[in-house]
């Protein structure tokens, strides 16, 4: 399709930079929008790639749908009728797929960002890119790898100057379930991210012991958090409830 960049990261630039002179608001998420966002993931170029391009955005839909299709991609119609409320489905010509979410990130969790999706101009917010990435139950390398960089690149702050931690907080302080899972994933990192160091560019050394040192004091302060009423109601079931949902693969 003309004008339609085989490169993903340029390609995530291209329509955000078409969306905006459209006047819609469509932000990045995933691995793309970090790499956006954390230039270290540069060190890491033979290992992070990238196919499929996820965004956010909200409702009303129509914006979205004409500003992707003029911008060379196909709707999956089928797709966008039955789930339009909260998710958009597009094709370019190679089978590239383009995910858009509406109003929420629904995955293992749900990440509700409709009101904060202005906070920076071309991707979903640090502590939202963060949450995004720990909300995963089974993280794979390359999630790993996205959340060390990060980290990283980014202090994490009060407010949304850096990674937001009134906004990690305010997410896992009032539900348990995202704190169990954001708990673990953090511990599961803190401990692998060594190894990784070990096996990456010695350049590297350095973004993984950053990485470290962050997602420690981050698990730390979100441990002495004060925690909601319904967190603590939650929390006494443990894990003999699941607290996580099992998103499905669509393709």
């Known amino acids: 399709m003309t004008g339609v960049l085989a490169d993903p990261v340029d390609e995530t630039r291209r329509v955000l930079k078409g969306a905006e002179a459209a006047g819609v608001v469509l932000r990045a998420i995933g691995g793309i929008a970090i790499a956006l966002r954390a230039p270290s993931i540069r060190l890491f170029g033979a290992i ?11 409702m009303p839909r129509a914006s979205i749908e004409t500003v992707l299709v003029d911008l060379g991609y196909e709707p999956a119609r089928r797709f966008n009728a039955l789930n339009g409320a909260d998710r958009l489905l597009f094709h370019d010509s190679s089978g590239r797929r383009v995910d858009v979410f509406l109003g929420q990130l629904r995955m293992c969790h749900d ?24 909300q995963i139950v089974e993280l794979t390398d390359r999630d790993a790898l996205d959340v060390a960089v990060l980290l990283a690149d980014h202090e994490v702050t009060e407010d949304d100057a850096g990674i937001g931690l009134t906004r990690i907080r305010a997410v896992c302080a009032t ?10 994933n953090l511990g599961a990192l803190i401990a692998r991210w060594p190894g990784d160091a070990a096996h990456s560019p010695s350049a590297a050394e350095t973004t993984f012991g950053t990485a470290v040192a962050r997602a420690t004091a981050l698990r730390q302060r979100l441990a002495l958090e004060p925690k909601s009423v319904g967190w603590r109601i939650r929390a006494a079931l443990g894990d003999r409830i699941r607290w996580y949902a099992e998103p499905e693969e669509i393709r």
């Not at 539900?175 to 673990?184: F, I, L, P």
Request: aromatic share 14%; proline share 0%; no cysteine.
């Open 175 to 184: 539900d348990w379930g995202w704190w169990r899972t954001v708990d673990e």
């Open 48 to 58: 992070r790639t990238y196919h499929d391009i996820d965004l956010v955005g909200t």
């Open 111 to 134: 990440l509700r960002f409709a009101e904060r999706l202005t906070i920076d101009r071309w991707t979903l917010s640090l502590a939202d890119l963060l949450l995004s990435k720990l």
